[in-house]
């Protein structure tokens, strides 16, 4: 199992997202794991409707569980999708609100 498989299982992630890379900061004892979408077409959160990627919003990152001592971050350019209705939303993600700065999973250890 590669360290991509291992952190794709670990984040509970479906088929529709990849593990692009990982990258270790030992000396600030830090994890960045780097999400990309895998599809051609996305869930307009508003419509419910499924539509083609129109673009990615920024980069931006997402505090997670601790890996081992490691701090663990996830770090992704979110897609955006355009829907019928000629809106352009940025789609959801699995592992996090949307305004949320940390991970489902770290909530739930925190309570």
Do not use: F
């Not at 984040?11 to 000396?27: R, Y």
């Not at 419910?48 to 770090?75: A, F, N, P, V």
């Amino acid at each position: 199992m590669t360290p991509e498989e291992l952190y794709k299982i670990i984040l509970e992630i479906d088929d529709n997202w990849e593990v692009s890379s990982i990258e270790l900061d030992d000396k600030e004892e830090e994890i960045m794991v780097v999400l990309s979408y895998s599809k051609a077409k996305g869930i307009d959160p508003e419509t419910k409707e499924l539509c083609s990627i129109y673009d990615h919003r920024e980069e931006r990152s997402w505090r997670h569980l601790d890996t081992m001592q490691y701090k663990t971050y996830i770090r992704c350019k979110i897609p955006r999708v355009k829907n019928s209705l000629g809106k352009v939303n940025t789609i959801e993600v699995p592992w996090a609100e949307k305004l949320d700065r940390h991970t489902y999973l770290l909530e739930k250890k925190s309570n």
